[in-house]
């Protein structure tokens, strides 16, 4: 049986792999959306019929930016996000854990936290007056404003996992850190 801290890490590693397959489903959706806004928008010209409005393109951009958010713990899950790699992928399993733990607690952790504290008050005051979007017809801004403290917060959550794994690595308690977080 894995240790504590990996089954852990298994947990997380699968609720950012729903939130990945569930952004999937809402980026077929935000398409379809598009697709409805450019068509109503010609058949608005065309028919006189206003098949278009404010509230489906800011629900367009509501979607990117949920997709965009709260997509990051899942890019980061799979290894996916940007990663200047000069001598890294040249490197050992366990000297690239070493920097993936150091990289992880002296960036990762610190940025999620200063994003997650500076998002804050925007959020609330939001909230506070039930804030709208100033164009006719616009949906609130409160929940997408919530979306990013929750996407830097998924993301120093799943920052934990990889962390959990890195250190598996180095202590030796695995040589493949996909196959043993997987096992909790």
């Known amino acids: 049986m894995p240790p504590l801290y990996l089954r852990i890490a298994a ?3 699968r609720f950012s792999d729903l939130t990945g397959r569930t952004l999937c489903w809402l980026t077929l959706l935000m398409v379809v959306i598009g697709a409805w806004n450019a068509v109503a928008r010609k058949t608005d010209r065309l028919t006189g019929f206003h098949l278009s409005s404010n509230a489906f393109i800011e629900l367009q951009w509501y979607m990117f930016s949920v997709i965009f958010l709260l997509g990051a713990a899942y890019t980061l ?28 607690l002296i960036f990762l952790f610190p940025f999620c936290a200063l994003m997650i504290w500076v998002s804050m008050p925007s959020v609330i005051n939001s909230w506070k ?17 919530t979306m990013v403290p929750i996407a830097f917060l998924l993301l120093a959550v799943q920052g ?7 250190l598996a690595v180095i202590l030796g308690h695995t040589g ?7 096992h909790g």
Not at 88 to 101: D, F, H, T
Not at 129 to 140: F, K, M, T
Not at 160 to 166: A, H, R, V
């Open 11 to 13: 947990r997380i590693d």
């Open 77 to 104: 899950r799979h290894g996916e996000h940007v990663r200047v790699d000069v001598l890294y992928g040249r490197l050992s399993e366990k000297a690239q854990a070493w920097i993936n733990v150091v990289g992880t």
């Open 129 to 145: 007056v039930w804030e709208i979007s100033n164009d006719p017809g616009g949906l609130p801004r409160y929940p997408i404003k």
């Open 160 to 166: 934990l996992s990889e962390l959990f794994k890195n």
């Open 176 to 182: 493949d850190r996909e196959r043993e977080a997987d």
